[in-house]
T-cell receptor, first 112, second 114 residues
C-alpha cells in the first residue's frame, strides 16, 4: 500500500459544487501539506499543518479550506468550485524540519 | 518570501550524455535543497538533497552542487538513460520559526533520446 494515499484520483465537477479531496498517510509524520500543480508553474502551497491542532495558509489559499481530522488525515475542500481551480492536487507529508516530503500520487480535478 | 527560479524548462539529451539543471534562490537563510523527480501520472519523488553546510553530494549517477555565495544549486545526471526522462523540481527551505516549508521551482522536463 502507498505511504500517502489520495482520493479520488480523478474528479470532474461542475462550477459551484462543493468538493473534498482526501489524503491519508501511514508514515506517522506530523506535518502534512496540500499543493497545487499547474503546467509551467511548478508546485504552489495551498495549506499546511504541523500537527492536528495547527493549520496554516500557504501561497494560494483563497477559495480553499482544509481539515486535519487526525494525524494521518488531511482533507482539502473547495467550497464552490470554479474552472480556474482545474489542476493537479498533491498531498505531502514530512517528519519535521530539514527533511524532504513524501508525496501522494495526486488528484486530477476538472471543474467544468 | 523565498523565490526559486529553475532553468531550463525543457532539456533534451542523447542517451549517455550528461544533463544539468540549475536553480537559484533568493533568501540567504535557506538551508535545505531537495530535488524531486516526477514521472508521468505520479507524484514527485525525492531523489537527492543537500544541506547548506555541504558543497556537493553524490549518489551514483546523480550529484547536486551548492554555491551559497551565489545562491544557486544544480542537479547533475551523468550517463543518462531513457528512464531518467521525467520532470525534475528543485526546492529550497527557509529556516523559520515554523520550520520546513519548501518553495519549489517551476520544473524541468528532461527527455533522454535514444
Amino acid at each position: 500500500d502507498a505511504d500517502v494515499t489520495q482520493t479520488p484520483r480523478n474528479r470532474i465537477t461542475k462550477t459551484g459544487k462543493r468538493i473534498m479531496l482526501e489524503c491519508s498517510q501511514t508514515k506517522g509524520h506530523d506535518r502534512m501539506y496540500w499543493y497545487r500543480q499547474d503546467p509551467g508553474l511548478g508546485l504552489q502551497l495551498i495549506y499546511y499543518s504541523f500537527d492536528v491542532k495547527d493549520i496554516n495558509k500557504g501561497e494560494i489559499s483563497d477559495g480553499y479550506s482544509v481539515s486535519r481530522q487526525a494525524q494521518a488525515k488531511f482533507s482539502l475542500s473547495l467550497e464552490s468550485a470554479i474552472p480556474n481551480q482545474t489542476a493537479l492536487y498533491f498531498c505531502a507529508t514530512s517528519p519535521g524540519q530539514g527533511y524532504g516530503y513524501t508525496f501522494g500520487s495526486g488528484t486530477r480535478l476538472t471543474v467544468v | 518570501g523565498e523565490n526559486v527560479e529553475q532553468h531550463p524548462s525543457t532539456l533534451s539529451v542523447q542517451e549517455g550524455d550528461s544533463a544539468v539543471i540549475k536553480c537559484t534562490y533568493s533568501d540567504s537563510a535557506s538551508n535545505y535543497f531537495p530535488w524531486y523527480k516526477q514521472e508521468l501520472g505520479k507524484g514527485p519523488q525525492l531523489i537527492i538533497d543537500i544541506r547548506s553546510n555541504v558543497g556537493e553530494k553524490k549518489d551514483q549517477r546523480i550529484a547536486v552542487t551548492l554555491n551559497k555565495t551565489a545562491k544557486h544549486f544544480s542537479l547533475h545526471i551523468t550517463e543518462t538513460q531513457p528512464e531518467d526522462s521525467a520532470v525534475y523540481f528543485c526546492a529550497a527551505r527557509v529556516r523559520t520559526g515554523g520550520g520546513n516549508k519548501l518553495t519549489f521551482g517551476t520544473g524541468t522536463q528532461l527527455k533522454v533520446e535514444l
